[in-house]
Nanobody, 127 residues
Framework: QVQLVESGGGLVQAGDSLRLSCAAS????????MGWFRQAPGKERAFVAA????????YYTDSVKGRFTISRDNAKNTVYLQMNSLQPEDTAVYYC????????????????????WGQGTQVTVSS
């Protein structure tokens, strides 16, 4: 498994932006498809965005399309989540996840698809 450490969370106002980072170590990062999930209080952890191991393919949940961008830098072993136009409903603990991928364009959308998780970073958006 790969070890993951998220950073970049914080308290912001509605309309602001944040960039989350997830640093990976322990395995060859470029072999892993990556995902971002979030868990709001009282709710189950939910998919946010995914990216293939090559970075060429991405996918977003509908509620963040046009506002969030997932990207990766395989040379830095890091995946990012740029979050713009943040809204109070984006408040959650954000987790990055990894799994080894077979295809360069393959991404994964479900919690159970991933076998490595970070500890999470809190994002709070005030109205």
């Amino acid at each position: 498994q790969v070890q993951l450490v998220e950073s970049g969370g914080g308290l912001v106002q509605a309309g602001d932006s944040l960039r989350l980072s997830c640093a990976a170590s322990g395995r060859t990062f470029s072999n892993y498809a990556m995902g971002w999930f979030r868990q709001a209080p009282g709710k189950e952890r939910a998919f946010v965005a995914a990216i293939s191991k090559s970075g060429r393919s991405t996918y977003y949940t509908d509620s963040v399309k046009g506002r969030f961008t997932i990207s990766r830098d395989n040379a830095k072993n890091t995946v990012y989540l740029q979050m713009n136009s943040l809204q109070p409903e984006d408040t959650a603990v954000y987790y990055c996840a990894a799994r080894s991928a077979y295809g360069s364009g393959t991404y994964y959308l479900n919690n159970y698809d991933y076998d490595s998780w970070g500890q999470g970073t809190q994002v709070t958006v005030s109205s």
